[in-house]
């Protein structure tokens, strides 16, 4: 009765923590050195904070946005009027005259000749729109990298939070195991408990400890790629607040109206249709170079010293005998084709991609659900009755170990099936372009572009 009454004790002491809280609950409860940072060390991170931060400072989208001063600089080289003028200057004698004369010499017959070309068929005008349709695609472009950024930071930002709470899990998992593999060795002393039975305490105890190793480092990976994502150093410290993470129920979301909605803003939808507006405002426009331009301009001549200056007017008008633009109109026509072609595949995937992202919410969004109603919460409750079979009894040292292994792998399940859902609620947030950054929310790096 001695050696059930204390190892009982220990038992209490066992499953005491895991009982009666939610797991949200036993995360706040939890005082380990990841909530002990110093605040002044350590940045604390919302899922807005990281989204904002992501758009503000991480490399990669900051590249991408600069797609719009690209497109805003060819816009602006396109309303410029393409040709500067042109002056000739001809002299046949003047190099004669200058080594003949004493002092300095006098020019004697020349032409000269101010031309400016002239595109007249309306080339200039269909330059600037396909330029103009080009910022639009620009635009789109930009907020396509926003939508994949921030749907890259959200899962980054899940998973951090799931790896932290897995971490709290084994931690509080090894603690038990310490406390009860030194009740085991003290009995073993005492010779209550068999050799056997104070060696699979040992080797709980040490898978424990591997087991807080390997999740460690998984929450330092997790951090790393949020801290990479958002922008932020790899010697920044990072936590993940955990406020406002609740996630709809998948009954209350329409598949017409998510697929209406993605539709209406994906925007690398909106860039393919650009893409196609431009590229046949591309064709007409090498459809109209074939066409000549004009050179107009004043002419000035003279013949001799003693002759007297002329003025008059000339025009030129190069023939299109044998290049009228052909190759580059058969190109524009095929390129114009390829973008409809291209606009027409994403919104397939589009609609592949809404469909199949809210068939995934559904069952990832039921495997949680099921993980917390019938795994997590009997398993729970079974802590109990399990220290009441032990202390009658009923329940030796290997079973207590087995079951208590069961209650952790319904507690890591759990928190696997959670990210699950939350991923799935990311993928279908991007799918329906619900994940954009507000309007008048852009970085500085486009407002300046």
Same mark, same amino acid.
């Given at each position: 009765m001695r050696r059930f009454f204390f190892l009982a004790c220990a038992l209490v002491a066992t499953v005491a923590?895991? %009982?009666g809280a939610t797991a949200a609950q036993a995360w706040d409860n939890y005082s380990g050195p990841e909530r002990a940072a110093s605040p002044g060390d350590t940045l604390t991170l919302s899922l807005a904070d990281?989204?904002?931060?992501?758009?503000?400072?991480?490399p990669a989208f900051l590249a991408s946005s600069q797609e719009r001063g690209i497109a805003r600089g060819r816009l602006r080289q396109a309303r410029i009027y393409p040709f500067n003028p042109e002056m000739e200057l001809r002299a046949p004698g003047a190099a004669s005259s200058v080594a003949s004369s004493a002092g300095g010499g006098v020019l004697g017959s020349y032409e000269a000749f101010l031309g400016l070309e002239v595109e007249w068929a309306g080339q200039r005008g269909l330059r600037t729109r396909a330029a103009e349709i080009g910022l639009d695609r620009a635009d789109a472009s930009v907020g396509d990298a926003a939508r994949r950024t921030l749907a890259e930071v959200s899962e980054a930002f899940y998973a951090t939070l799931a790896a932290e709470r897995r971490l709290s899990v084994v931690q509080q998992i090894?603690? #038990? %195991? #310490? $406390?009860?593999?030194e009740a085991? $060795?003290?009995? =073993? $002393?005492?010779?209550?408990i068999s050799t056997l039975e104070a060696s699979l305490a040992e080797t709980e105890a040490g898978r424990a400890r591997a087991r807080v190793l390997a999740v460690q480092r998984e929450?330092?990976? =997790?951090?790393?790629e949020l801290q990479r994502l958002t922008g932020l150093g790899p010697d920044q410290p990072v936590r993940v607040d955990t406020a406002e993470l609740a996630i709809p129920d998948p009954t209350a979301l329409e598949a017409? %109206?998510?697929?209406?909605q993605a539709l209406a803003r994906r925007p690398d939808l909106l860039e393919r249709t650009r893409g196609a507006e431009q590229a046949r405002a591309l064709t007409r426009l090498a459809r109209r170079e074939a066409l000549p331009n004009l050179r107009v301009g004043a002419l000035a001549t003279r013949d001799g010293i003693d002759g007297k200056p002329g003025i008059g007017l000339g025009v030129s008008l190069p023939i299109p005998l044998w290049n009228r633009n052909q190759g580059t109109v058969a190109e524009r026509s095929a390129e114009a084709e390829q973008a409809d072609q291209s606009r027409r595949a994403t919104e397939l995937a589009v609609r592949t991609e809404v469909k199949n992202a809210h068939l995934a919410y559904q069952a990832a969004h039921e495997e949680s659900q099921i993980y917390e109603r019938e795994v997590l919460r009997p398993a729970?409750?079974? #802590?109990?009755?399990?220290e009441t079979a032990?202390? =009658?009894?009923?329940?030796?040292?290997p079973a207590l170990l087995l079951l208590r292994n069961q209650l952790l792998d319904a507690e890591l399940g759990y928190w696997d099936a959670w990210l699950a859902a939350h991923r799935a609620w990311v993928t279908l947030q991007a799918a329906t372009a619900a994940l954009l950054p507000r309007e008048g929310a852009r970085t500085n790096e486009l407002e300046e572009s």
């Open positions: 923590p895991l %009982s990281a989204q904002r931060l992501a758009l503000e400072r991480n090894l603690e #038990q %195991s #310490q $406390r009860l593999l085991t $060795r003290t009995q =073993a $002393r005492a010779g209550e929450v330092t990976g =997790a951090r790393l017409d %109206s998510l697929l209406e729970r409750d079974n #802590q109990e009755r399990l032990y202390r =009658a009894g009923k329940l030796d040292l």
